[in-house]
Each structure stands twice: as C-alpha cells, then as structure tokens.
C-alpha cells in the first residue's frame, strides 16, 4: 500500500468522503488516504494528524514527495486537537484503531465538532460502543459495510448529526444498517463468532476456577442473538 495503490480497506474508506470536502484525516498514518484523495481530485484540502513523532515524520515527507504541502496539513497532536477551525473541516476519517479508542478520540474532542461533519469510521472491533457514543450525541448512521481482508472482518461507519436517534441493543450490537441488508460478508463474520462464543461458553462449563455469572450470561446473550440473527 502506498499513496497510489490504498488498501481495500481504504479504498472502501475513500469511496465514503465526499467530493469537494476539507478532511482532516486523524491517526493518518503515512498520510496515504489524504495524499491518495487530494491526488484524485475527490477533496479539496486535508489535514493529517498524527500523536506520535514516527507516523508524523513518515506524512510529512509523503505530503512533501507529493508536493502537496500547499493542500495538506500535517500537524503532530492528539486526537481531534490536529483541526482548528480556520480548517472548516467538513469530514473526518478515524481509521484502524479499536471502537473504544475511536470513541474516545471523539469524545474528548467534542468542542472541536462542529455538527457539520461527516465521520467516517473504520474501527478495528469494538463497534458497539462506538455505536452507542454516536447514538447518544445525535449521530445517524448512513451507511455501514463490512469487509474482510487479510483474514480480518473490517467495519466502515458512517454517521452524521441528526439530532435525536434511538437504537436497539442489537442494532448497536451488530450496525442498525447491516441487519437490514445482511451482506455475505456480514454473515460470515456473525458465523465465525458465533463458533467463537459457543467455545468461549464450553471453555467456561470446564473452567476449573468459576467464571463470574454476569460473564456467562452476556456471552450467552450474544451468542443467542447471533443465532437469531443468523435464523
């Protein structure tokens, strides 16, 4: 993967920003979606932001080989701190890293939305609790894909504010969206973990020390709304 050939994964990422937009891209790596974008001519102007000093040097000198400094910015910061708002950012990617910390990069960012945005996600497990971050400040969900690639399940979220939303459990759970349309890449991932718990749930019958009953029963509760799912 470099900035001309992106990931599949990213690819799925590019196709969500919309064209004409300012993104900041948060966590962004080598700078490859932002330069990728620019180069296609899908965005207008980009800011990379990286926390840490080894991926902040590598989208620097990507941003600079691709003479794209005038239209890129690459600031070293944490989070959501990488955008002021002389960026009038209107969409920003978070991708590759767990839901919880998605969810926490927004959270402690929150003075630095605008409502405006777009959010596209891409987070490495831990999807429900992103989900119900987004539900409880008004973000809807717009479109939601999983994909497999690398023999890993990857989820894209795509949310916008929309003021008051309600989703179910399960809707949080498995992608409100996606229950709907039940892609073939959704039902394998739900096949494969749903083998997963049922050992999971036999390991806890033969466990030796025993396993709190709060465990077994949500293990069991998900296991139990996957089959349904599956049905």
């Not at 891209?25 to 080598?30: E, L, M, R, T, W």
């Not at 800011?47 to 600079?64: C, I, K, Q, S």
């Not at 960012?109 to 971050?133: C, D």
Request: glycine share 6%; with cysteine.
């Amino acid at each position: 993967m470099n900035e001309q050939t992106l990931s599949m994964r990213l690819e799925r990422v590019a196709a969500q920003v919309p064209a004409g937009s300012r993104l900041a891209d948060i966590g962004s790596d080598h700078g490859y979606l932002p330069v990728a974008l620019l180069r296609r001519g899908v965005i207008a102007q980009a800011v990379a932001g990286e926390v840490a000093l080894t991926p902040f040097h590598a989208a620097r000198r990507t941003v600079r080989e691709s003479a794209l400094d005038a239209q890129i910015t690459v600031r070293l910061a944490d989070g959501l701190a990488a955008i002021e708002p002389e960026d009038d950012i209107n969409a920003i990617s978070i991708c590759g890293m767990g839901g919880e910390t998605i969810r926490d990069i927004l959270d402690a960012g929150k003075a630095r939305l605008s409502g405006q945005e777009r959010l596209i996600l891409q987070p490495n497990g831990g999807e429900q609790p992103l989900r119900q971050w987004l539900m409880n400040n008004g973000y809807r969900i717009m479109f939601e894909e999983v994909l497999r690639e690398n023999r890993f399940d990857y989820e894209i979220i795509v949310a916008e504010s929309a003021g008051p939303v309600r989703y179910t459990a399960e809707e949080l759970y498995f992608g409100p969206l996606q229950m709907q349309a039940r892609s073939p890449a959704f039902l394998s991932k739900w096949q494969r973990l749903l083998r997963q718990k049922h050992k999971t749930l036999s390991h806890f019958a033969k466990a030796r020390q025993a396993v709190p009953e709060d465990k077994v029963q949500n293990v069991a509760r998900q296991a139990r709304w996957i089959a349904e799912l599956l049905a």
